[in-house]
């Protein structure tokens, strides 16, 4: 239910973001003491996901389970093939609040 109403009564001590989940919150906190409890068997890579975990996996495996339907380029995660479908669209969700400049990626729009 806190999804819907957008309660998020578990707050960070140290930065103030503030979570639905306890969970959500006990994750976070490790990006404030270093703690990385997932680590690649293959090269030195750790994180504090499970997920990231397994999408980096996919940098050794080669697997690319996402391919974009107009040139087949594909893609190790949805987010990407998302990004790299701007490209065909033409979309530039992107906007200067000075001038009219518009871009398809947030790290152009600086």
Partial sequence: MKTHTGEKPF???ICDFRFSFKSSLKTHMKIHTGEKSF???ICEYSCIR?????THMKTHTGEKPFTCNICEYKYIT????QTHMKIH????PFSCNIC????KYESTHR
Avoid: A, D, F
């Fill in 89 to 92: 669209t033409g979309e530039r």
């Fill in 50 to 54: 499970k997920s990231n975990l397994q």
């Fill in 100 to 103: 009219e400049y518009k871009c």
């Fill in 78 to 81: 949805k987010s990407r093939l």
């Fill in 11 to 13: 707050s960070c001590n």
């Fill in 39 to 41: 680590s690649c068997n």
